[in-house]
């Protein structure tokens, strides 16, 4: 097996996943150029900014500790399987974009099979960055929405008519969206 992930860690992820799959492989496999090519020691300050909502977003968060509640996980709907990796305390990264030269008409066990079995250097094309991707998440005060009452943060209120709303009820009373 060319994966150098521990047979253990790929079980435990496909558990934390709920089955397994060629698209979470596909993260297992992205999670493990980011600590080859990362700081592994130090993955409080990584940020991973994935252009899919695919299955392999779970094996990288499971794998590299980045996830949404955190906010160094963040979703970008490109439809890309695409996945940038930065480290902020070494100021460096890279994105990763999956290489799908495979057959599509192999079944499911011989497509993650054969993922597991390929180069790195062959499933993903690898582009340097030398800024973070994203800034850090800042903490902000929240606001109630003047027609729910419901707490907001302050940067997704929006001001319609001299209330501050919230998206849901703003998206109720603004005809234009």
């Not at 979470?24 to 909502?53: F, Q, S, Y």
Request: glycine letters at 6%.
């Amino acid at each position: 097996m060319t994966c150098t992930i521990d047979e253990k860690q790929i079980k435990k992820t496909i558990e934390f996943h709920g089955h397994n799959c060629p698209g979470l492989t596909i993260g297992i496999r992205a999670a493990e150029l980011a600590l080859k090519r990362l700081n592994a020691g130090n993955r409080a300050d990584w940020v991973c900014v994935t252009e899919t909502d695919m299955c392999g977003v779970d094996a990288i968060q499971f794998l590299t500790g980045c996830s949404y509640g955190k906010g160094n996980l963040i979703h970008k709907d490109f439809g890309k399987s695409a996945f940038t990796f930065f480290d902020r305390t070494a100021q460096k990264g890279f994105r990763a974009l999956f290489n799908d030269g495979m057959t599509e008409n192999a079944d499911r066990e011989a497509r993650i099979k054969q993922l597991l079995e390929t180069e790195l250097t062959d499933l993903f094309t690898v582009e340097e960055i030398e800024t973070p991707p994203v800034r850090p998440a800042k903490i902000l005060k929240s606001i109630p929405c003047s027609q729910c009452n419901e707490m907001t943060m302050e940067s997704r209120i929006r001001l319609f008519d001299g209330q501050q709303l919230c998206m849901p009820c703003f998206e109720r009373v603004e005809q234009k969206i």
